[in-house]
């Protein structure tokens, strides 16, 4: 069963600052990853998707990286701002049933 | 991009009463569509697939009596929470899928009970 972490739970950084989110996976077995933004109370925006071929993808000032030999994939923002505070969800595609499975998610704030 | 549609966006009920929550595909056709529901403060955990005009597929632990699911369409999925109680209470987030991969998902659902 793909088990899928997210480190760390919360981050909390000022204003400016380049920051990473971690996703870990159990299974290398994917079709892809994808990382998503959720606002409170909100549903989910979909900020990169990134193929089991593909080794990074950038939109922006957000930048994803994939490594499946190690199971890993960041999420890499640069100068955060006071808008980029939500939860930040990976979550990986294995073609089963065309199913995704979600990590932990990170909840960033970013500060004035 | 495609667009899902989920209605209503909360939702206040008294225990006992049955609930229906609507998730529609606008500009595309949904072969798939996909109902999560999700805790405070925890990730989305998959409750079921469905597939147009078939029967939903329930995941491990999940009642397929207390949460009716109907994809009459390949615009129109339902999820009908029945007999309501407080521990259903939470947000609910459908999505649809058209090629099997890429899911587009609603706004969500936030469920009070009473």
């Known amino acids: 069963k793909q088990e899928v972490t997210q480190i760390p739970a919360a981050l909390s950084v000022p204003e400016g600052e380049n920051l990473v989110l971690n996703c870990s996976f159990t299974d290398s077995a994917i079709y892809n990853l994808q990382w998503f933004r959720q606002d409170p109370g909100k549903g989910l925006t979909s900020l990169l998707l990134i193929q089991s071929s593909q080794r990074e993808q950038t939109s922006g000032r957000l930048n994803a990286s994939l490594d499946k030999s190690s199971g890993r994939s960041t999420l890499y923002i640069a100068a955060s701002q006071p808008g980029d505070s939500a939860t930040y969800l990976c979550a990986l595609f294995t073609g089963t049933a065309s199913k995704l499975t979600f990590g932990t998610g990170t909840r960033l704030q970013v500060t004035l | ?114």
């Open chain 2, 1 to 114: 991009g495609a667009v899902v549609s989920q209605h209503p966006s909360r939702v206040i009920c008294k225990s006992g009463t049955s609930v229906k929550i609507e998730c529609r595909s606008l500009d595309f056709q949904a072969t798939t569509m996909f109902w999560y529901r999700q805790f405070p403060k925890q990730s989305l955990m998959l409750m079921a697939t469905s597939n147009e005009g078939s029967k939903a597929t329930y995941e491990q632990g999940v009642e397929k009596d207390k949460f009716l699911i109907n994809h009459a369409s390949l615009t129109l999925s339902t999820l009908t929470v029945t007999s309501a109680h407080p521990e259903d209470s939470s947000f609910y987030i459908c999505s649809a899928t058209q090629e099997g991969d890429i899911q587009y998902f609603g706004a969500g659902t936030r469920l009070s009970v009473l």
